[in-house]
């Protein structure tokens, strides 16, 4: 029987199972909302196989890019931004919901920080801190002075030298917008949320593999005899830099490339200069950029379309 490469739950319970071999268990389970992998995970446990009953976690990356566009799509919030036209509201709910989406995560990892990763301080704190976002977003921000870690009032306020929303950016205020960005907010930083989301974790590591994995075993190429090797250069690869992993490789077999020489010297620049472009595409610049390059090309299609 031919499997389908998206078929989820078969190669998840495969993987399960080769684990098992391993006397290895699986306890928690990353993944995203629409996941069968967990699934098969809880069958296996079920029916008996597996001793350790796992536990899911929530995918943190999906997640937040789940809540950007939901209030990217949300109708109700579009009729409450700050524009005078439906085609600067739309712009401008667009640039809100990556800013809304940043603070959230924000906020979250500075309370990890300050409270050393004792997740019931956060969740207690955080819980408090939805109000504070939802009351800085129209133009209040007495209480994030006491619960916000990102905002510290008019002198130090979120909004200062932000790129995706100016400083002046407010939105009316009432309870009705308040309960309107409270419930986006919630869709973050909600306590379920939380809860499903307490290690913190994602699957940017494992997707970086595939890539790479994918990079040593194209698709239209047969790899007969070093298959199995190309794949560990792969993760091995991923796991110490391809300049780091290259010295290592060549100092298991004996032949190690003398410190100093020009090989060394071009290996220790690609590691830093993966390192660099690793940072850099985290960095809210690039995360600008990349919005600007997907609207222009937004634009460019439908002028072609025309």
Known sequence: ????????????????????????????????????????????????????????????????????????????????????????????????????????????????????????????????????????????????RKNSFACKGFQGSWLKGRPFLQNTFKISSNNENLDLLRKQINKRLGSKVLDKTRLNMNTNFVEGFNRSLRRSLPSNVTFKKNMSGRAHAAAHSVNYGPGESILELCSALHCDIPVGSSAYKALKNIQKLTFCRKKHKQSVNYKVFEVKKGASYTNYTKNLAK
């Open 1 to 144: 029987m031919v499997k389908s490469i998206g078929d989820e739950y078969t190669w998840a319970r495969e993987c399960l199972l080769d684990l098992k071999e391993d006397a290895i268990e699986i306890e928690h389970l990353v993944t995203d909302a629409d996941s069968s992998a967990y699934k098969a995970a809880l069958d296996l446990h079920n029916e008996g196989i597996n001793n350790v009953e796992p536990e899911n976690f929530l995918d943190t990356r999906h997640l937040s890019d789940h809540v950007r566009k939901g209030a990217k799509s949300d109708k109700t919030l579009l009729k409450v931004m700050p524009a005078t036209t439906k085609l600067k509201r739309q712009k401008l709910l667009n640039n809100f919901s990556v800013d809304l989406t940043e603070r959230c995560n924000k906020e979250l990892a500075l309370a990890y920080k300050f409270y050393a990763g004792d997740f019931f301080k956060v969740k207690n704190k955080i819980s408090h801190t939805v109000d504070a976002i939802a009351n800085c977003y129209m133009g209040n921000h007495a209480r994030c």
